[in-house]
């Protein structure tokens, strides 16, 4: 709702300024008209004799009266009283949702400072900020991990030769990692081979497109049928695309969703997050700043906020902010899984999806949670991701 707010205030900003700026163009271009017209008269009338002289005077005189009845500048320092006057009404808007000061919100934590300066770097690095990170690296004097920024310079390697339309260097990495994506139950290299086979067909070389599905799509056949008679199918169409009824296969946005993709299964592989953890933790902490802003207003020392262990309230984080590394069901013993993830109870104990489903009765009514005396609704527990 407050960023809605903030967004309306700066949208009849945006309003004001083309509306004020289309009347001080009109009328500036109004009064060049009339000088243009008299300049116009005098070139007409001469310069010589007294005859010529009066009419040029009366031209003037003229002109002068209706630049008068206009009044330019009144009108201009109109339009800008009123673009200052909502531009004053957007700063007072900002101001009541942007707090400039943040200290307040903080807490001291002991932190070794070459450890924040490897993040950082780290952090530069996963972003393709190389020279940027080399950089800091030498004015910070700290150390970081050669293997990180050579790891992030391969994976922007490949993402960028994806998005410019070049699945080759992709496509090698895919399948030399063939057993570990198809494990993690990824078919990268399937969709590789197909906008690979796709861009064959755009060419028109209908015996390139069945060599090419022959031997790297075939082998997918029997998990994906489907998809593979399609393909199969889509030669008949290899240079008339456009009439393709595949329509799928053509979209402009299939090569970013799959560079984005690749990323995802790179990082997973390497056994990295696919978000940094410091844009991660910059996110969720924009996220709840405001929320702990107003806990501040209402406590009665900044000390209780500093020998607090934990808020006094919960803070709803959105779901890419819930998450969890290894977990067991304390009731059923199982792993959790995709199929079967933590949820996290109101009472905040977590409880395997199943285990839940179990003491609801299907979530039919509400269950006791095991570890304390507090029920709840299925509706009311929230997944955590593992």
């Known amino acids: ?3 809605k707010t903030v967004k309306d205030a700066f949208d009849h900003v945006v309003k004001k300024q083309k509306l004020t700026s289309s009347k001080a163009i009109d009328l500036v271009n109004h009064v060049g008209k009339e000088i243009e017209q008299a300049i116009s008269a005098i070139q007409e009338n001469g310069t010589d004799g007294d005859v010529a002289s009066k009419l040029n005077h009366e031209i003037l005189l003229n002109l002068k009266k209706k630049l008068k009845e ?4 009144k009108q201009l320092e109109s339009c800008q009283k009123e673009m200052n006057t909502v531009i004053g009404k957007w700063v007072k808007t900002t101001d009541k949702f942007f707090i400039e000061d943040i200290s307040k919100a903080y807490r001291n934590v002991d932190m070794e400072p070459h450890l924040l300066s490897e993040l950082i770097a780290n952090h530069l690095y ?5 020279d940027i990170g080399d950089k800091f690296i030498g004015e910070a004097s700290c150390q970081a991990s050669i293997e990180m920024k050579q ?25 030399n990692n063939h057993d570990a994506l198809l494990q993690n139950g990824s078919y990268l290299e399937l969709k590789l081979h197909r906008i690979k086979f796709v861009e064959i067909l755009k060419e028109g070389n209908r015996d390139e497109a069945l060599l090419y599905a022959r031997a790297y799509l075939t082998p997918f056949a029997p998990i994906h049928k489907d998809e593979f008679q399609r393909l199969s199918a889509s030669i008949i169409w290899a240079g008339r695309l456009d009439q393709l009824p595949y329509t799928d296969f053509l979209l402009p946005t299939n090569w970013e969703k799959l560079a984005e993709e690749f990323a995802q299964q790179f990082c997973n592989l390497k056994g990295q997050s696919s978000t940094g953890p410091m844009g991660m ?26 020998s607090m262990k934990q808020v006094p ?20 013993r199982e792993q959790g899984s995709d199929d079967n993830p933590p949820m996290l109870l109101p009472c905040g104990h977590v409880l395997s999806k199943q285990s839940t489903m179990k003491l609801s009765k299907n979530s039919s009514r509400s269950f006791k949670c095991p570890y304390c005396p507090l029920e709840a609704l299925t509706s009311e527990c929230k997944q955590l991701h593992i």
């Open 70 to 73: 206009m009044v330019p500048v």
């Open 151 to 175: 790891l992030f310079q391969m994976m922007y390697e490949i993402h960028g030769a994806l998005r410019a339309g070049k699945p080759e260097p992709a496509l090698s990495w895919a399948m």
């Open 1 to 3: 709702m407050e960023i």
């Open 126 to 130: 996963r972003e393709a900020l190389f």
């Open 281 to 306: 933790t910059v996110a969720a902490g924009g996220q709840v700043l405001p929320i702990i802003l107003k806990l501040m207003t209402v406590l009665t020392a900044k000390r209780e906020w500093h």
């Open 313 to 332: 309230f919960p803070l709803d984080l959105h779901k890419e902010f819930q998450f969890h590394s290894v977990f067991v069901c304390p009731v059923l």
